[in-house]
Nanobody, 125 residues
Framework: QVQLVESGGGLVQGGGSLRLSCAAS????????MGWFRQAPGKEREFVAA????????GYADSVKGRFTISRDNAKNTVYLKMNSLKPEDTAVYYC??????????????????WGQGTQVTVSS
């Protein structure tokens, strides 16, 4: 069983920045593919960013390319999402997800086995 705990959400003005963190349990975090998804009220959960086990391969949704950066620290069992130039349309609950034993980049929600509880990000105009 893998437990994921997100943190770092909050209220920020448009154009501002936030960094989300996701701490994972387990001794084999270094072989987990990790991803970030988000869900706004009344909308489906959507892919934001993903990273492979080593951090050598990344994937981003077109809507966040150039603004968001995903990274990981395997020594700390943590994945990060740095969000710059935030827009009101980035407002959502952000979830991290894990897929143990997958060496690629997973961009579809059903590819993931474990999910965090989510952290709210609200961007004011």
């Amino acid at each position: 069983q893998v437990q994921l705990v997100e943190s770092g959400g909050g209220l920020v003005q448009g154009g501002g920045s936030l960094r989300l963190s996701c701490a994972a349990s387990g001794r084999t975090f270094s072989n987990y593919a990790m991803g970030w998804f988000r869900q706004a009220p009344g909308k489906e959960r959507e892919f934001v960013a993903a990273i492979n086990y080593s951090g050598g391969s990344l994937g981003y949704a077109d809507s966040v390319k150039g603004r968001f950066t995903i990274s990981r620290d395997n020594a700390k069992n943590t994945v990060y999402l740095k969000m710059n130039s935030l827009k009101p349309e980035d407002t959502a609950v952000y979830y991290c997800a894990a897929r143990p034993g997958f060496t690629g980049v997973a961009t579809l929600f059903y590819e993931y086995d474990y999910w965090g509880q989510g952290t709210q990000v609200t961007v004011s105009s």
